[in-house]
């Protein structure tokens, strides 16, 4: 589906527009553009109008860190039509922008990620923006539902394989404690956005990191050291500094709305990206996959293995923009950010999405009254779901 030529106005909805909501205004896309905004009366007559019958139009969700979607692992299909198979399958909840993500992994899946990564771009799959590589690189103490026997230390090779040069984003979680000196570096020089997880650093050594390049956090509380009164440890770390980004899973499982509540009062929204940490149940038809040989269920609305380890999540951005405003208390515009803008500032793509404004690409979703998914367009090209 392509976007339509000429101009097309986007009507009856509340338009989250420059950090407010805008009532009573069209939405004017050009192609696949975000033209502007304009009263209905001063629409020119050769503008299509589609009413959207109210709710509110806000620009697309972005997720940074999607493990499948559509009965899909990415780890089992690391191909274009397995990225295409996820993209599609989170659309239908708002996402209009993702990285689909490698879990721990040996180095041919993680070379063929990378590189169907790159296939899919050049394909113009919709809604791929790049790819995330979660591991392998990660400290066993805190491996989660990671197969650590996929571990492997960061060296010269591993460091050339992560930085090649890629058209989109590429995002890569390690264990910095783990890292040589100099790698973050050497990675956040060659333009990959490396993110700390699974880790055992302390706040010294995060702090380390940070000066280093390192620029996010994957699902922060999650497999990292705590925040304590005489060791602030990555969590501390990471509410302290104020360029970083972190992923916020918020599904009420794996944090407790009240963390992450203190979070946001410590750090600010500006910092704080909703992710979904997804896996294959999101958009498909069976809530059982299997990962590294385990058997993972989805147990009362989320992903856990056989001993009760999580597993990611059955959670999509749709639900995860509702539960940031009814677990954590923010108003539609602070969801929003945390939902688009934040994730495409992270990604250096602010400048081409993750909001509504004149010049951006037509990326948005629209929400009905209940706050539910209606229709998405990707680069001005729309379609229609039933979330």
């Given amino acids: 589906m392509t976007a339509p030529d000429g101009l097309t106005a986007l009507t009856g909805a509340r338009i989250v ?5 805008v009532e009573g205004k069209a939405l ?15 629409l020119p007559a050769d503008c299509a109008r589609h009413d959207l019958g109210g709710g509110w139009l806000l620009p697309g969700f972005i997720d940074t860190q999607v493990n499948g979607g559509g009965d899909v692992l ?29 879990i721990s992994d040996y180095a041919p899946v993680v070379e063929a990620a990378i590189a169907a990564g790159e296939a899919a771009l050049h394909a113009g799959v919709p809604g791929v ?9 990660l400290n066993p103490v805190k491996k989660g539902i990671h197969d650590a026997g996929r571990f492997s230390a960061v060296d010269a090779q591993v460091v050339a394989r992560l930085a090649a040069p890629t058209v989109g984003r590429r995002v890569v979680t390690l264990a910095p404690e783990l890292a040589p000196e100099g790698a973050v570096r050497a990675l956040a020089d060659a333009g990959v956005l490396v993110c700390a997880g699974h880790s055992l650093a302390d706040y010294a050594q995060t702090r380390a990191a940070l000066a280093e390049g390192l620029v996010g956090f994957t699902h922060l509380f999650n497999a990292m050291t705590q925040f ?3 060791e602030p440890g990555m969590v501390g770390a990471a509410l302290e500094d104020r360029a970083s980004h972190f992923g916020l899973i918020v599904d ?6 009240a963390a992450l509540r203190v979070a946001l009062l410590a750090r600010g929204v500006e910092g704080a990206m909703l992710v979904t940490d997804a896996m294959p149940p999101v958009g498909g038809r069976s809530n059982r996959f299997t990962l590294m040989g385990q058997d993972i269920a989805v147990v009362d609305g989320t992903c856990r293995g056989p001993d009760g380890t999580l597993a990611g999540s059955a959670l ?3 639900q995860a923009f509702r539960n940031a405003m009814d677990m954590l208390g923010c108003d539609i515009v602070a969801a929003s950010r945390m939902a688009s803008g934040n994730p495409a500032k992270f990604l250096r793509l602010d400048h ?8 951006l690409r037509a990326d948005l979703v629209h929400l009905d009254e209940a706050r539910h998914v209606t229709a998405t367009w990707i680069g001005g090209a729309r379609a229609d779901h039933r979330e």
């Fill in 352 to 359: 081409e999405t993750g909001a509504i404004a004149p010049g």
């Fill in 316 to 318: 999509t951005m749709a």
């Fill in 28 to 42: 004017v896309l050009d192609g696949g553009r975000i033209a502007g905004i304009s009263a209905p009366d001063d």
């Fill in 17 to 21: 527009f420059a950090g407010e909501v």
């Fill in 74 to 102: 990415f780890n089992d299909m690391p191909d274009v039509e397995g990225i295409r198979a996820i993209t599609e399958a989170h659309r239908r909840y708002g996402t209009t922008g993702l990285l689909p993500t490698l």
């Fill in 228 to 230: 304590l009164s005489r």
């Fill in 129 to 137: 923006l790049g790819v995330h590589i979660e591991g392998p690189h």
């Fill in 252 to 257: 009420g499982l794996h944090v407790h709305p």
